[in-house]
């Protein structure tokens, strides 16, 4: 009897401590903060959101996985429950809210605005005309990352990258920018930390480059340059071209294997106005929220401010009844 009970006993506890550990499990959550309170001691709000990050909690500095300057005004943090309910409870912060995984959409574009002719709305000027209005346009797409050894992306005749471009092409084992990026794929990055976070089933290769097809299609679809005798296995034939062949790429990996977070999604649109896009292109989505909880409706109205065109996907449901994805107004 004696060694039953102590049996039950050991189990009990297992479960508890098992329950403990759910209920402790750390998150990624999105703080958004009262930015205009910052104290003027602070010479950043980065600076003023980690100080108050760790008065109120107990989790280590680089808990915080992002600090948002121009799409959104907070941070990204993992945190168990009980750390993002002491966030809740500041006068500084408006609200904290778990990361979202969005959904990768497919697009038919060119289709729905009658631009599947050759010249589309063009009509009338010519191929030349067309290049000249799109070639110191940037493009930001975010997506999957982008193969960039796709003809799709060629530079031939390209002149030289705008001076107010401020982005990058980042290093990684399978990506080299001296190699794989010209004045056609101007930039190429990527962002992971809340993927990190929430992978349970091994992490992908940390890298811009597309492992997917997705990135690449809809990069291409946007802006590829002109490819001559492109068909499906020797079918279609033809020449395959964006909606905007002289325009700049610039690539922001936010979708992997497990999804999009809402957490890199937001780190990539604040990256991308910073960087100096023109346009900013999203074939994701996750259903409608009320737009305060909605990252990406927020990031769109930030960089829209600046002067931005932000292009998103109204998702691949219905034709049932509220089935639109990224319903906030253009």
């Given at each position: ?71 959104y005004h907070g941070f ?98 399978d990506f080299d920018p ?75 990996k936010v979708c992997w ?74």
């Open positions: 009897m004696g060694l039953g009970c102590g049996i039950w006993v050991c189990a009990i506890a297992f479960v508890l401590h098992s329950c403990l550990f759910l209920v402790s499990a750390k998150k990624t959550y999105i703080v958004h903060m009262k930015h205009h309170q910052k104290p003027l001691s602070y010479a950043t709000h980065g600076d003023w959101y980690s100080d108050h990050f760790q008065s109120l909690t107990s989790a280590a500095p680089d808990s915080i996985l992002y600090t948002y300057d121009s799409a990204a943090a993992a945190l168990s429950p009980e750390e993002a309910e002491s966030l809740r409870q500041s006068d500084s912060v408006l609200g904290v809210y778990e990361d979202t995984v969005y959904t990768l959409h497919t697009t038919r574009t060119p289709e729905f605005l009658g631009l599947d002719t050759d010249l589309g709305q063009w009509v009338g000027h010519s191929l030349q005309e067309l290049n000249q209005a799109s070639q110191d346009v940037i493009i930001g797409v975010l997506d999957t990352g982008v193969w960039p050894e796709s003809k799709s992306f060629s530079d031939a005749n390209m002149p030289d990258v705008p001076s107010r471009w401020r982005g990058e092409c980042e290093a990684a084992d001296k190699i794989h990026c010209n004045k056609k794929l101007i930039g190429a990055r990527f962002f992971s930390r809340g993927y990190n976070m929430a992978a349970s089933d091994g992490k992908e290769t940390q890298s811009p480059r597309d492992g997917d097809g997705h990135g690449t299609h809809t990069a291409s679809t946007a802006a590829g340059s002109q490819v001559e005798n492109a068909s499906l296995l020797g079918y279609a034939s033809g020449k395959a071209r964006g909606m905007a062949p002289q325009a700049r790429l610039a690539t922001y294997k497990s999804g999009c977070l809402g957490s890199d999604i937001l780190a990539a649109m604040d990256r991308a106005i910073l960087d100096g896009v023109d346009v900013l292109s999203l074939s994701l989505g996750g259903g409608s929220a009320p737009y305060a909880r909605d990252t990406i409706a927020i990031g769109a109205f930030a960089a829209m401010e600046k002067g931005i065109v932000v292009s998103c996907s109204a998702g691949n449901s219905g034709p049932a009844k509220a089935s639109l994805a990224n319903v906030a107004p253009g």
